[in-house]
């Protein structure tokens, strides 16, 4: 952890885990975070160089906006295999140990295929993995932190208007990619698990929502970005750029700050206009 002790006595920062934010998009959201007052755990689940250089990033913008009277932010490396219900246990008990409960808990991590294949093609292996990592561990990682949350005697939120929970799914949830399929499933069934979510606990006082991004740039796109590079020329965004991390985490603050107070289960599309029907 980077920064001084907590003084028992100064109120304590809003809290949020944001799973895969050593890099990409969730890095995103963990910078904004950090810039508006939050303490982050920071989790990752191979690249540890990539969290500690997160990390950093987010002292330093902490730094810069410290605010008087809080206790310091606090950004601590958590490492966890999604996919795994004994990595997910051991998850939730480490940011639990270093933060208390939490307050915020944004569904960021996921995967693509290791190769594209047509569905023709595509084996049952690669299904398995995107659907274990990237909707069955946030369906489940939603629970643990549910429950703990809804525990007789739980502390409250740090936060005045209460615990909020994001799903970062994809344009991908009901855009239709046939060369990747396995992860267009994952992205649907994970936008449907954000409005179980949304119906099941906004009565507990907990809004959940569901951030879909569009064509970012990230690790993950760097492959194709010549591919995507032309469909942006040719206008299949209308706004006629990529997206960026920043723009998910700019999403992502607004929401967890409360101003979304009445929208429980709602999608919030980051996406430069895609979604728009248009002729």
């Known amino acids: ?71 310091p932010a606090k950004f601590e490396i958590v490492q966890g295999d999604l996919s795994s219900r004994t990595s997910r246990a051991n998850l939730v008990a480490a940011v639990t140990e270093l933060y208390g409960e939490i307050d915020a808990l944004v569904n960021n991590a996921g995967i693509a295929p290791k190769v594209r294949a047509d569905m023709l093609e595509a084996g049952e292996e690669s299904f398995s993995e995107l659907i274990a990592t990237n909707l069955q561990g946030p369906y489940f990682l939603t629970q643990a932190f549910a429950q703990r949350w809804l525990k007789p005697g739980a502390p409250p939120s740090a936060l005045p208007h209460g615990r909020k929970i994001i799903f970062v799914t994809s344009i991908s949830a009901d855009t239709a990619s046939p060369g990747r399929g396995e992860y267009c499933v994952s992205k649907a069934g994970l936008s449907m698990a954000a409005k179980l979510w949304a119906a099941r606990l906004a009565p507990e006082g907990i809004l959940v929502y569901e951030l879909r991004p569009g064509i970012m740039a990230t690790d993950m796109t760097s492959g194709v970005k010549g591919k995507y590079d032309a469909l942006l020329e040719q206008g299949i965004v209308p706004q006629k750029r990529w997206g960026t991390p920043k723009d998910l985490g700019l999403a992502a603050k607004a929401l967890l700050a409360g101003e979304f107070p009445f929208s429980a289960g709602s999608i919030v599309y980051v996406d430069g206009g895609f979604h728009i029907s248009r002729l």
Do not use: D, F
């Not at 809003?14 to 950090?34: C, D, H, N, W, Y």
């Not at 500690?52 to 008087?68: G, I, K, M």
């Open 1 to 71: 952890m980077l920064g001084t002790e907590y003084s028992s006595l100064a109120p304590r920062r809003p809290a949020a885990l944001v799973t895969g934010s050593s890099r990409g998009l969730g890095k995103g959201v963990a910078l904004e975070l950090a810039a508006s007052g939050w303490s982050v755990a920071i989790h990752y689940s191979g690249n540890i160089e990539a969290a500690q250089r997160t990390v950093q990033e987010c002292a330093t913008l902490a730094s810069a906006s410290a605010a008087e009277g809080l206790q």
